[in-house]
């Protein structure tokens, strides 16, 4: 190991040196212009003081002579040079030479040039959809870059290993153009530059063009190059001249696997052109710019698949069942996460019932969204067997249990019959309903809770509870009343007082609109209450009084279709419908006539008096009737051919113990 001295003996301090304390400072200036420019050397070798800069202090103080005849040993080119070789700031005089400016002027430029660049890409990486990208990129060019700026992209744009439509056609997507105004003496202003487009709207790209060879080069050129010059008028079309000179590129765009477009950056002839180093930076922005489109269409794609796949999961719109009115609401966690497992239904149900249910799958991904259309699609065809609430709920649980594991899901099933003014529900982990009475009172409806559908080896309960006319029943997920900010008790406590206050601003004896009461109840949620999506299901209950309804039972006999055409009569003359009598007494003989045939047991028959009229015809079989064609030697048949040519709907629903036949004709003649 080497040892090194610490101290500074054997040293001479700088003040014993007078030849460099006593360095003398030249007085008098070149003698002609071109000794000033290029000074030759001094007689020891060396470079005159006048001469400074980079260069003179690290090229030539390298190999410089000490003084007193001592020699310093030459420094590699690119090192610093040590401190004992440079003479002391004090002693010499630093002039920059002509060259020295030109490198420090250049390296501002090229710092200037990527602080630019720099910050043009972040302004179009924020841009999520295409629009954004693009004006990203006219705001961040003009007039920093360019004056003007022509964005193309091809018509339509290819979406991932799509393959391109042909032909190959380029749209003129936006165009920017701005100028610097002195307003009155003012400072100058940016404002927009009122000369037309300066370019086609439209341009189909030959192959094998002087066009589709740039877009396929890739690389950025100037407008006066060879392949530019015929490109331009291609894409511009022939009315709309280039700038002459270094005052135009055409940048292609190109995506991840192909070219979706062209950009072209314009100066005008007071600013000077473009240099060769603006070509990179053409390429940097159109680089930056073809990803974030290719992303965004991406996106735009993912959306739309997340829109169209939420929309086909919930219900298009609401049926209008007999005695309730109904209004729906859903809101996404997020707007970028449009899909979730939350959904509701309505499903008419045989005797003018109707089931309302409530779900919410756990988490709001495509796969919670999948999980659910799966449940949805089994609770509707469970509700058209007519099973008990509790049934329904228990054959949900086996069928999340089939779709694998942690399927779990909350579910709130109510079936709702206008006639007795009851409703029947049943709960699997769901937060209970909210019953809004005429008055203006809301209660919490006690239901049994349930364990979540999917856990597997439960049982579930149903409970009847009454639902008098004007009332209003509320159905939803945890994401209305549970959030970060706040428990789901509290939640549902706010959402009742909310209810109430919203009731008693339309008085006593008025209930609130349904649709104005949804948005009301969706505007109680606080900026921090979005943690999950929303699915809400309002009804309104308006039943059948009991004056509109015929209720009788019909033994299966060869009788029965002559008493029940006397019945229909009856009650047609005491609603004041004595002209629906013919109809009625046909369609009504037609299918008690075929409800005989097959029953064993009695016969239901119902008139149903709104604003409609539905008669409804209940045997114990279970097999449906279905239409057909009967030939002309054939003696029956025809029944239901009269039934679909005279009733304005029909319809057969099987029951867990038999069939429902309805049909329905227009009360207005």
């Known amino acids: 190991m080497t040892e090194h001295p610490t101290s500074h003996e054997g040293r001479q301090p700088l003040a014993a040196r007078p030849q460099e304390r006593a360095r003398p400072r030249p007085e008098a200036a070149p003698a002609s212009p071109s000794a000033a420019a290029v000074p030759g050397p001094t007689p020891d070798g060396g470079l005159p003081p006048q001469q400074s800069g980079p260069a003179a202090a690290a090229g030539d103080a390298r190999r410089r002579p000490a003084p007193d005849g001592e020699h310093t040993a030459a420094v590699p080119a690119g090192l610093p040079v040590p401190a004992q070789a440079t003479p002391p700031a004090a002693a010499v005089a630093v002039t920059p030479s002509g060259g020295a400016a030109q490198d420090v002027a250049e390296a501002r430029r090229e710092g200037d040039r990527l602080r630019f660049v720099g910050a043009a890409t972040r302004r179009i990486a ?86 589709a060879e740039v877009l396929r080069g890739v690389r950025p050129v100037f407008g006066d190059s060879a392949a530019a010059r015929a490109a331009l008028p291609e894409l511009l079309g022939p009315d709309h001249p280039v700038p002459g000179g270094h005052r135009a590129i055409l940048a292609p765009l190109r995506g991840r696997r192909r070219v979706i477009g062209a950009a072209v950056f314009l100066r005008r002839p007071e600013r000077s052109g473009f240099e060769p180093d603006d070509l990179l930076v053409a390429a ?137 003014h009851r409703i ?112 809400l299901l309002a009804a309104r209950f308006d039943g059948i009084a009991p004056s509109d309804v015929a209720y009788w039972f019909l033994e299966p006999e060869d009788a029965a279709p002559g008493r029940a055409r006397r019945l229909a009569r009856r009650a047609l003359a005491r609603w004041d419908l004595e002209e629906l009598s013919d109809s009625v007494e046909l369609l009504i003989s037609e299918v008690v006539t075929n409800a005989v045939r097959y029953a064993e047991r009695p016969v239901t028959l119902r008139l149903l008096k709104t604003d409609v009229l539905r008669c409804e015809v209940g045997d114990d079989s279970p097999q449906l009737p279905r239409q057909r064609r009967a030939r002309d030697t054939d003696e029956g048949g025809r029944g239901l051919f009269l039934v679909n040519r005279l009733a304005r709907r029909w319809g057969a629903t099987r029951l867990s113990g038999g069939k429902v036949v309805w049909f329905e004709l227009s009360t207005r003649v």
Not at 155 to 165: F, H, N, Q
């Open 126 to 211: 924020r841009g999520i959809d295409l629009d954004e990208i693009v004006l990203g990129l006219c705001r961040a060019t003009v007039p920093t870059f360019s004056d003007a700026i022509l964005v193309y992209l091809r018509d339509p744009l290819p979406v991932g290993d799509e393959r391109p439509v042909s032909p190959f056609v380029l749209r003129l997507r936006r165009t920017d153009r701005l100028r610097l105004t002195d307003q009155e003496g003012e400072e100058l202003v940016l404002v927009p530059d009122p000369d037309p487009t300066p370019a086609a709207e439209l341009c189909e790209v030959r192959s094998g063009g002087a066009l």
């Open 424 to 535: 029947t529900i049943a709960n699997a982990g769901h937060p209970p309903p909210i019953l809004l009475h005429l008055g203006g009172r809301a209660e919490v409806l006690r239901v049994p809770p349930g364990a979540p559908i999917g856990v597997g080896g439960v049982d579930f309960e149903a409970v009847e509870l009454d639902a008098p006319a004007g009332a209003t029943l509320l159905l939803y997920t945890d994401g209305l009343v549970e959030s970060r900010m706040r428990d789901v008790w509290t939640g549902i406590e706010q959402l009742r007082e909310r209810l109430a206050a919203t009731a008693q601003l339309t008085g006593p004896d008025h209930s609130p609109p349904l649709e104005a009461l949804c948005d009301d109840v969706l505007d109680m949620l606080g900026p921090g209450d979005r943690d999950d999506d929303i699915a």
């Open 284 to 420: 940097q922005l159109a680089t930056h710019t073809a990803l974030g489109i290719d992303k965004a269409v991406l996106y735009g794609r993912e959306a739309y698949i997340a829109d169209e796949l939420q929309r086909t999961m919930l219900p298009d719109s609401l049926p209008q069942p007999t005695g309730v009115r109904l209004a729906s609401r859903y809101l996404p966690a997020a707007e970028t996460a449009r899909v979730g497992g939350d959904w509701y239904d309505a499903i008419p149900l045989p005797g003018s019932r109707v089931a309302l249910v409530v779900g919410d799958v756990m988490g709001h991904s495509m796969t919670s969204a999948a999980i659910m259309g799966q449940l949805r699609t089994t609770a509707q065809t469970l509700a058209g067997l007519d099973l008990p609430p509790q049934e329904v709920l228990h054959h949900l649980d086996e069928q999340a249990q089939r779709l694998g594991q942690d399927r779990m899901a909350t579910c709130m099933y109510a079936v709702y019959d206008p006639v007795s």
